[in-house]
C-alpha cells in the first residue's frame, strides 16, 4: 500500500485548502475497518494529529482547528480528505494521513503554505 497526499500549495491567509489521501493499492476491509487521520509537521517541529475520522463515522480534532477543518471519507474511492477553511499562517506545515495504528507506510506528505 502506498499513501498519496495531495492538494498542497501556498495560500493566503484566509484561504482555502482540500487535502486528498489516497492509499493505493489498499483492500477494502483495511480501509474500511481503520480511523484515518491526518497529521501535519512544521519545521523543526514533531507530527501531531490534527484530525480524526473513525470507523463509527465519528470526526475528533485539535484544538487548534476545530472549526476551521472537516475530514471526510469517500468509501466508494478510497480516499481521506481534508477540507482546510480560514487557514492561518501558524497552519503552515507539511500535512500526511495514516491509520490511527500507523499501519501504512507514511506517504511524502503535501506541503501547505500560508502567507500573512
Known amino acids: 500500500v502506498r499513501l498519496v497526499e495531495s492538494g498542497g500549495g501556498l495560500v493566503q491567509a484566509g484561504g482555502s485548502l482540500r487535502l486528498s489521501c489516497k492509499p493505493s493499492?489498499?483492500?477494502?476491509?483495511?480501509?474500511?475497518?481503520?480511523?484515518w487521520v491526518w497529521y501535519r509537521q512544521a519545521p523543526g517541529g514533531q507530527r501531531d494529529l490534527v484530525a480524526r475520522?473513525?470507523?463509527?463515522?465519528?470526526?475528533i480534532y485539535a484544538d487548534s482547528v476545530k472549526g476551521r477543518f472537516t475530514i471526510s471519507k469517500d468509501y466508494a474511492k478510497k480516499i481521506v480528505y481534508l477540507q482546510m477553511n480560514s487557514l492561518k499562517p501558524e497552519d503552515t506545515a507539511v500535512y500526511y494521513c495514516?491509520?490511527?495504528?500507523?499501519?501504512?507506510?507514511w506517504g511524502q506528505g503535501t506541503q501547505v503554505t500560508v502567507s500573512s
Open positions: 495514516n491509520t490511527l495504528k500507523e499501519s501504512v507506510d
Open positions: 493499492g489498499i483492500i477494502t476491509s483495511v480501509f474500511n475497518g481503520n480511523d
Open positions: 475520522f473513525t470507523t463509527t463515522r465519528s470526526t
